[in-house]
Antibody, heavy 121, light 110 residues
Framework: EVQLLESGGGLVQPGGSLRLSCAAS????????MSWVRQAPGKGLEWVSG????????NYADSVKGRFTISRDNSKNTVHLQMNSLRAEDTAVYYC??????????????WGQGTLVTVSS | QSVLTQPPSVSAAPGQKVTISCSGS????????VSWYQQLPGTAPKLLIY???KRPSGIPDRFSGSKSGTSATLGITGLQTGDEADYYC???????????FGGGTKLTVL
């Protein structure tokens, strides 16, 4: 059974940093791209970042480019999102999603339950 | 402002059929497969349709997807109260090199 468990969310001040983790199980992580999708309170889904199965290709939304970094450790079955220079508008539930193929352009076939990030002073 | 355009809401009676549209451009829907996601209140999104018109295992055939040019459509027949949810279309944008979603459509089953 595919399971994705996010952790690392919490309250952080503007300008601060957080590192989100996604622990994956039930499938061979290295064979699939992974992504982070966020949802601000009462708002729709926003794709944040994606990483290919090998980790050799990464992509970012313009809204987070230069501030967020996605990475993966296939040996530890984890995916990370390092978030720096956080802003109030980054406040959202962050979902980890498995892609159905090895590239970020494939559909998100499994989602975690999400972790809440709140940026506020 | 979402890259893909969906109607904010749709409604229909139980047992009826509803369609939800998703409009994009040549760099996203026109160039890539479309997926649809269902988000029930208070839960994570769930894949409903992938590759324009394919259903993952466990998704009933009441749900269908289609794509034509730069637009896609989700169809739901035999509406049930349990179908009340937010529905999102999503795809890849080849120009942005990024994933994109529609703004979401809230389905109300009257």
């Amino acid at each position: 059974e595919v399971q994705l468990l996010e952790s690392g969310g919490g309250l952080v001040q503007p300008g601060g940093s957080l590192r989100l983790s996604c622990a994956a199980s039930g499938f061979t992580l290295s064979s699939y791209a992974m992504s982070w999708v966020r949802q601000a309170p009462g708002k729709g889904l926003e794709w944040v970042s994606g990483i290919s199965g090998s980790g050799g290709s990464t992509n970012y939304a313009d809204s987070v480019k230069g501030r967020f970094t996605i990475s993966r450790d296939n040996s530890k079955n984890t995916v990370h999102l390092q978030m720096n220079s956080l802003r109030a508008e980054d406040t959202a539930v962050y979902y980890c999603a498995k892609r159905s193929g090895s590239y970020s352009s494939s559909s998100a076939d499994y989602w975690g339950q999400g972790t809440l990030v709140t940026v506020s002073s | 402002q979402s890259v893909l355009t969906q109607p904010p809401s749709v409604s229909a009676a139980p047992g009826q059929k509803v369609t939800i549209s998703c409009s994009g451009s040549s760099s996203n829907i026109g160039d890539n497969y479309v997926s649809w996601y269902q988000q029930l209140p208070g839960t994570a999104p769930k894949l409903l349709i992938y590759d324009n018109n394919k259903r993952p295992s466990g998704i009933p055939d009441r749900f269908s997807g289609s794509k034509s040019g730069t637009s896609a459509t989700l169809g739901i027949t035999g509406l049930q109260t349990g179908d009340e949810a937010d529905y999102y279309c999503g795809t890849w944008d080849s120009s942005l090199s990024a994933g994109v979603f529609g703004g979401g459509t809230k389905l109300t089953v009257l």
